[in-house]
């Protein structure tokens, strides 16, 4: 149903209040549907640990209350007048990504999440000067630009990480030309992102390496993701003797480490990928880089382009997230396991099957 300047709506969400980061139910306008808006009515969104930076301030940019999510799946329930890709009952998502200034380079080369002026999914504040809330929440107002069909056959609790950690691996293999099979690459750190990371790499034909820091997840790597092969970053005669092999690695920690033991696994021209957002300077000599013509590369998510992309590879490939499906009622519990680094391999949650109307009233009653 095509609607113009429909009336203001309250969500309720689960909000954070302030730096410690405990979240809650909250009910809150949504804004006007205008011309080129989708009224989403939210079904599942995936928990990622920028979700704890952000909740927490970790990054000493957050404003309060914040409702968090940004890998959103729902279903459309009403469109503006000059929507045109989108209708009524479609499913959906939404990522992190919610708006942008379309006049500078990268909005016109369809990179618009290194725009500058880029509006974030939560936690900033859109054009009518109102806060941007995420999806831990029934329903999200956003513009057709930044909305994705989900594939049919795709279901749409397994696509929400994709929205995510799905393209934070897809974009920079496709962007820096390392989507030829028979290459040779790892994948640092065996998370949310991380497990995305092996799935994809062994569905675009690479031999994937797993790095970790202990032989606690071999089993999970090699027995459940498909992982070709699993090295300890400790066993320093492991390390020795995988150096030189690799076109690239993609690094997932979201905490300091040292560089170096990895630059070194490197062969020419292999390249480093950062991932984890990491609130401390890294280091290295640049003669590791130098002696191999090696290249250390950041990259932030994807495009709405190749977030349609990563999807419609996934579904042609077969490619699953694997995930833990919990109810909004567990959210604050997800977020400290997550930091634990307690699931496998991402939380999403169930909103629509959370009641949230339910829960907003228990809370206003205790």
Known sequence: MATEGLDMRTAVGWAARDAGGHLSPYTYDLRKTGPEDVLVKVLYCGICHTDIHQARNHLGMSKYPMVPGHEVVGEVEEV?????????????????????????????????????????????????????????????????????????????????PLLCAGVTVYSPLKRLGLTSSGLRGAILGLGGVGHMGVMIAKAMGHHVTVISSSDRKRGEAMDHLGADAYLVSSDAAAMAAAADTLDYIIDTVPVHHALEPYISLLRLDGKLLIMGVIGQPMSFVSPMLMLGRKSISGSFVGSVEETEETLAFCQAKGVTSQIEVVKMGYLNEALERLERNDVRYRFVVDVAGSNLDHTLSSEEAA
């Open 80 to 160: 503006g007048a000059e929507v045109t890709k989108y209708r009524a009952g479609d499913v959906v998502g939404v990522g992190i990504i919610v708006g942008c200034c379309r006049q500078c380079h990268p909005c016109k080369s369809s990179n618009e999440q290194y725009c500058n002026k880029k509006i974030w999914s939560y936690n900033d504040v859109y054009t009518d000067g109102k806060p941007t809330h995420g999806g831990f929440s029934s329903a999200m107002v956003v513009d057709q630009k930044f909305v994705v069909k989900i594939p049919p056959g795709l279901a749409p609790e397994q696509a929400a």
